[in-house]
């Protein structure tokens, strides 16, 4: 057990999903896992474990942001024996040229984070993907006709702005393709173990032409995000 994971040693596989959301996380094992059981509930961050084709793998809540993010990767890392984690969710389009249900395979993540900062400083730390997964999702993105971009994204601390809209126009003319909150901590942590890590995430909302999912569309992209992120670890 750790402060915020009740699971015991072994309730996790090596391999594990990593939404934001509880309910996405139940929606995960219910509809893609067999023999599913939940080896967490501490502060409703529900955790499970199931088998897809026969593999073990785990599904973990984070919540939102780098610090809830944070301590969750430390201690599944630290204490679980995770190897390999794929962050699924969604993001705000950056430009224009790629569309709501696009899949983002987020090969850097910038951030504004003084999580980062404050550890790394001097230095401004590359938060990158592991390779091997970036480029076997990337393959069976292409396979399957999916429309993906792989590209850097940046993980913003803030959700609402009180000065009117983030700063995202340096980021847009240096070729940021979307926004969300959680990455850049997934990356940074996942090499601090030696771990291998990857987000995939849905473009939900277009920050540039406003375009946003029906609640419809949203989770029939969702599943082709998370059955993605399956067969990579399948793969």
């Not at 199931?50 to 785990?58: D, E, I, L, M, W």
């Not at 201690?75 to 995770?82: A, D, H, Q």
Request: contains cysteine; charged residues 20%.
């Amino acid at each position: 057990m750790t402060p915020h994971i009740e699971a015991a040693a072994g309730d996790y596989a090596e391999d594990i999903l990593l939404p934001g959301d509880p309910s996405r996380a139940e929606w995960i094992a219910e509809t893609f896992l067999s023999d599913v059981r939940v080896v967490n509930r501490v502060r409703g961050a529900i955790g499970l474990t199931g088998t897809f084709q026969g593999r073990p793998v785990s599904v973990q809540a984070t919540g939102m942001g780098m610090p809830s993010a944070a301590i969750y990767l430390n201690e599944l890392l630290m204490e679980y024996g995770v190897k390999r984690m794929i962050r699924v969710g969604t993001c705000g389009g950056l430009n224009a040229d790629y569309r709501v249900r696009d899949i983002v395979l987020a090969q850097a993540a910038s951030t504004n984070s003084n999580q980062n900062g404050s550890l790394f400083a001097p230095y401004q730390y590359a938060s990158i993907a592991d390779f091997g997964l970036l480029s076997t999702a990337a393959g069976l993105a292409e396979k399957a006709g999916l429309r993906t971009v792989v590209g850097g994204i940046v993980t913003d601390d803030n959700f609402y702005d009180p000065m009117g809209g983030a700063p995202y126009e340096v980021l847009k003319q240096h070729g940021t393709v979307a926004v969300e909150m959680e990455t850049a901590a997934v990356y940074t942590i996942a090499a601090r173990y030696g771990a291998k890590a990857l987000t995939i995430a849905t473009i939900s909302d277009c920050l540039i032409t406003h375009e946003q999912l029906s609640p419809e569309a949203r989770q029939e992209s969702l599943f082709e995000m998370v059955q993605l992120a399956l067969d990579t670890f399948a793969a």
